[in-house]
Every structure is written in structure tokens, then in C-alpha cells.
């Protein structure tokens, strides 16, 4: 008769669903971001991204209900060194897209020109759908290009989501590497800083001693 499982061992033909669910989850789509921009007020996103990355957007400024003129603001996206990427002033709805040369953090700002209201105007509703690396292809697209089948089209979708899943990893450990190497040059500094104060500390001692030693000698309390 076979056994029973163990207790807190996994049952047979559970332990491949775990990864299935992981990449499932990584593979869901991401949600845009909506939020509220008051009038003369400016609101900024910024996101880290990893270099050579395919960024897309989407996004839409809707007027404030009651209002007799039009959603106003100006959008921005610049890089950590002030590049603008791209800009549109009076924007109400559009797309944009650019490709990373660096990592580095990104900063899409939204600016209102509109008057500040006095409570009964409401604010003007930003929305903000802002993708990057596999979410920002369009595979529908090469799937024409390079005459796909649906599963060759969803095979490379995998491979390219693998692809950037070993890239985030790799980065990980390269940072992982560069925090040990500033730790342990941390300790080593550390180390050498306490026993020059301990030198200098013992030193000075040393010095109080004698000058003490030699003041009361001078004045005959001491022999």
C-alpha cells in the first residue's frame, strides 16, 4: 500500500504549481495610475529603469466637471541629469515612447495651469498608463512582421519575460556584490581608524603622564 504524505511535505504534483503562479503573476497586466491634480500644482511619478528598455505610455487629463475650458497642464519626463525625454504643453491625450541608454531614475511630472479654485471646482483627473521591457512591445504587431503563429507569438513572449527576469537577477547580484565590497572597505577603514585613535589616545597618556611627572618634580612635590 502506499504511504501517506508526510506531514509539511508537499503533496506530489503540487510543487510545479508554484512556478507556474509566480510567472502568471508576473505576467499580469499592469494597472494604470489615475490621481487627482489640483489647480497651479505640480505632481511627479518617478520610476528606476534598467538601461536599453523600451518604455511606452499612455496618458489622459480630463477637465474638471462644470469647468468652461479644457483640461490644462503641462507634461514632462526627464531623466536624473534634466534631459527632457519628452514634453507637451496644454496635453490632454497622447502616447510617448523612448528607449533607455542608462539605468536611472525617471520623473514624469504633470504641471496644472489651471486657477486655483475656490472649492467649487473640482480637480482635474490625471491618468497615467506607463509601461516598460516586455509589457511595452507590441507582439501583435511582430507577429505580422515576422508572420508568427499564436503560440510561436506567446513563446516568444515567455522568452523575452525570461530574458528580463535573468537580466533583474544578474543586476541584483551585481549590486549585492558592490554593497559587500563597500561594506567590507567600510570595515577595513573602521578598523584602521580605531587602532590609530587607540595608538593616539595611549599616546597621549603617555605624554600627560610624564608631563605631570616632570611639573611635580619641578615644583618639589615629588621626588
Not at 13 to 34: E, K, Y
Not at 56 to 82: C, F, H, Q, R
Request: glycine content about 6%; proline content about 8%; aromatic content about 8%.
Amino acid at each position: 500500500l502506499p504511504l501517506p504524505p508526510l506531514p509539511g511535505r508537499p503533496r506530489p504534483g503540487r510543487a510545479p504549481l508554484l512556478p507556474l503562479l509566480l510567472l502568471l503573476l508576473l505576467v499580469g497586466p499592469a494597472w494604470p495610475i489615475s490621481f487627482q491634480l489640483p489647480g497651479k500644482a505640480r505632481k511627479c511619478l518617478r520610476e528606476e529603469i534598467h538601461r536599453d528598455t523600451l518604455v511606452t505610455g499612455e496618458y489622459e487629463i480630463g477637465a474638471p466637471p462644470g469647468s468652461s475650458t479644457g483640461p490644462s497642464a503641462n507634461l514632462k519626463i526627464t531623466d536624473s541629469a534634466g534631459h527632457i525625454l519628452y514634453a507637451k504643453e496644454d496635453a490632454t491625450k497622447g502616447k510617448f515612447a523612448f528607449t533607455t541608454e542608462d539605468y536611472d531614475m525617471f520623473e514624469a511630472c504633470f504641471e496644472s495651469k489651471l486657477p486655483v479654485g475656490t472649492g467649487r471646482m473640482p480637480d482635474q483627473l490625471v491618468t497615467l498608463d506607463m509601461k516598460h521591457g516586455v509589457e511595452a512591445k507590441n507582439y501583435e504587431e511582430i507577429a505580422k512582421v515576422e508572420k508568427l503563429k499564436p503560440l510561436e507569438v506567446e513563446l516568444r513572449r515567455l522568452e523575452d519575460l525570461s530574458e528580463s527576469i535573468v537580466n533583474d537577477f544578474a543586476y541584483m547580484k551585481k549590486r549585492e556584490e558592490e554593497m559587500r565590497d563597500t561594506n567590507e572597505s567600510t570595515n577595513t577603514r573602521v578598523l584602521y581608524f580605531s587602532i590609530f585613535s587607540m595608538c593616539c589616545l595611549i599616546g597621549l597618556a603617555t605624554w600627560q603622564v610624564f608631563y605631570l611627572r616632570r611639573f611635580f618634580k619641578a615644583k618639589k612635590l615629588i621626588e
